[in-house]
């Protein structure tokens, strides 16, 4: 007999639980057991009756799996991580990327090996082995172009339900996360360099400081000549380490920073009549000039105006110190079909002097902190030695290129290359200033 037979649900639950009541009922009024425990019991045995004859759920109310995801649904996840992420199947083939992937590494289209796109010993060398059957793993990767970068390599394995080698090679199979910790590096990496680059060139100038003021305490103390001499010179050496200071900070900040592409569009036209302008002056006092052909229809780069002006403004200011009284220092800007070594378009800015030139067993190395082809003139006309290691990791962070060429008695040239954004329209191309040369003063 079916439980339907009894009818509604009140109707089965007094069937099943009404003697078991009644008999309750009995114990407590013959003194047999409490009266309210009894009542607790009998509420208890009918909740749980009702519970018990409960009709089952309609079947729309019954859980069902959740829809799978649209392919355009997990590219919106991935393009929610900020870190670079790939997908490959098990032919080590990408499936899938997210924009900071596409952008760090260049990835373009999917369906190619990994190789192609990253080739690295160590990433590849961790996806194989996880493709063969291996476990996830984590490792720190250095990739040395276009400026080197250092990464947190996470391989991780996506499972699969029937065992390793289940599933077909063109399912997902492994993802690659990749965090870039440059940043961090560099910034260590600048503090121990601050560190020592400090004390050892901080050295000299403190050491004559603490030497002139035991001179001027004692044997010179009442020497009004030699006071006002002494003076001058530690005010001289003062503002050296302050330049020096003043520099080495700009260029832990330049180097922290070197990996990040600049993004904003600046007009180097501009740049280089402002630095020309700030310039003046001092070419003024040393009877020279400089001359600036720029045609005006330049166009721009991606770029940070402020650092791209420390750029030209330290190139212009070398010509002005070791160029000769009363020669010409020239600027000369034009667009390039190439930038040497690729195949995409740039602005050449080349600043010339009319010194005495640098050897070219110098050249090489002019662009290393603290290397000077000649010490002593450097350092009396007020150089740190750290000028142009700031100009090449500046020209690194725009992804262009610095080549220096010089003839003993002739001159030296300073050349950047930067990447231009479109092709000019006009006299830029062939370099023709025309009406825009601008001479200073």
């Not at 229809?297 to 420390?310: F, I, K, M, N, R």
């Not at 040497?340 to 378009?345: A, D, E, Q």
């Amino acid at each position: 007999m079916t439980g339907s037979a009894f009818g509604s649900p009140a109707r089965r639950v007094a069937v099943a639980v009404g003697p078991a009541v009644l008999l309750l009922a009995g114990l407590g009024f013959a003194g047999a057991m409490h009266p309210g425990a009894a009542v607790v019991v009998a509420v208890a045995a009918v909740a749980g009756a009702f519970w018990l004859v409960r009709p089952p759920p309609p079947p729309d109310a019954v859980a069902k799996p959740l829809p799978a995801p649209s392919p355009a649904t997990l590219q919106a996840v991935l393009e929610g991580i900020p870190d670079p992420l790939i997908v490959l199947n098990g032919a080590r083939e990408i499936i899938a990327v997210n924009g900071a992937a596409s952008e760090s590494f260049g990835i373009g289209s999917l369906g190619r090996d990994l190789a192609l796109s990253l080739r690295h010993p160590e990433v590849l060398a961790a996806v194989e082995t996880a493709v063969a059957g291996g476990s996830s793993s984590t490792t720190e990767i250095t990739l040395p172009a276009p400026v080197p970068r250092t990464f947190a390599l996470h391989v991780a394995v996506l499972g699969e339900e029937n065992g390793p080698g289940s599933a077909p090679a063109a399912a997902p199979r492994v993802v690659l996360v990749l965090r870039d910790e440059t940043r961090a590096k560099r910034a260590e990496r600048s503090r121990a360099d601050f560190v020592t680059n400090a004390s050892h060139e901080l050295r000299s100038p403190l050491s004559a400081l603490i030497g002139f003021i035991e001179t001027l305490r004692g044997p010179a103390s009442e020497d009004v000549a030699a006071r006002e001499r002494f003076l001058t010179i530690m005010q001289s050496e003062a503002q050296r380490m302050a330049r020096l200071v003043e520099d080495l900070m700009s260029l832990s900040r330049v180097e922290i920073n070197e990996h990040v592409l600049p993004r904003h569009r600046v007009g180097v036209a501009d740049v280089l009549a402002a630095v020309a302008d700030a310039l003046a002056g001092r070419a003024e006092k040393r009877q020279m000039t400089i001359r600036l052909t720029c045609p005006a229809d330049l166009p721009p780069v991606l770029g940070e105006a402020d650092q791209l002006t420390q750029v030209f403004h330290n190139l212009v200011d070398n010509a002005l110190k070791y160029g000769r009284a009363g020669t010409t220092v020239e600027i000369v800007a034009a667009f390039v079909e190439r930038m040497p070594g690729t195949p995409s378009g740039a602005l050449r800015i080349a600043i010339s002097d009319a010194g005495d030139g640098i050897d070219t067993l110098h050249l090489p190395r002019l662009t290393e902190r603290f290397y000077r082809a000649d010490a002593g003139r450097a350092r009396r006309l007020g150089g740190t030695g750290l000028g142009l290691a700031i100009v090449k990791h500046i020209v690194n962070r725009h992804r262009g290129q610095l080549t220096i060429s010089s003839r003993i008695g002739e001159g030296s040239t300073f050349t950047v290359f930067l990447p231009a954004l479109a092709p000019p329209v006009g006299d830029a191309r062939q370099g023709v200033g025309g009406p825009a040369d601008v001479i200073k003063p």
